[in-house]
């Protein structure tokens, strides 16, 4: 099994910065991607930003320019640097790992618990 311990959501006001952290433990042997997802009030989870194990990343065009999604291998970490957060960046972040536990023969996906980011205007 994979954990995910996400941290670093709270409070800004629009213009401001946060940073979000996820890090994964447990039997892992490999990680093929991590990214963050969001989901507003009435809305659908969302894909934020992502990044594979090879250093693709992808952004949602909302957050493109602002928001920066990065990896520590080592650690099994991935930060997401929000910048010009906008009131419409308000939800709950969830972190998601693509990742082969050992013994797996194939990677599952597990997501973190969530971390509220609220931003005022």
């Known amino acids: 099994q994979v954990q995910l311990v996400e941290s670093g959501g709270g409070l800004v006001q629009a213009g401001g910065s946060l940073r979000l952290s996820c890090a994964a433990s447990?039997?892992?042997?490999?990680?093929?991607?991590m990214g963050w997802y969001r989901q507003a009030p009435g809305k659908e989870r969302e894909l934020v930003a992502r990044?594979?194990?090879?250093?693709?990343?992808i952004y949602a065009g909302s957050v493109k320019g602002r928001f920066t999604i990065s990896r520590s291998s080592a650690e099994n970490t991935a930060y997401l640097q929000m910048n010009s957060l906008k009131p419409e960046d308000t939800a709950v972040y969830y972190c998601?790992?693509?990742?082969?536990?050992?013994?797996?023969?194939?990677?599952?996906?597990?997501w973190g618990q969530g971390t509220q980011v609220t931003v005022s205007s």
């Open positions: 998601r790992c693509t990742a082969q536990t050992m013994g797996a023969r194939v990677p599952n996906f597990y």
């Open positions: 447990g039997s892992i042997f490999s990680i093929n991607a």
């Open positions: 990044i594979t194990s090879d250093g693709t990343i």
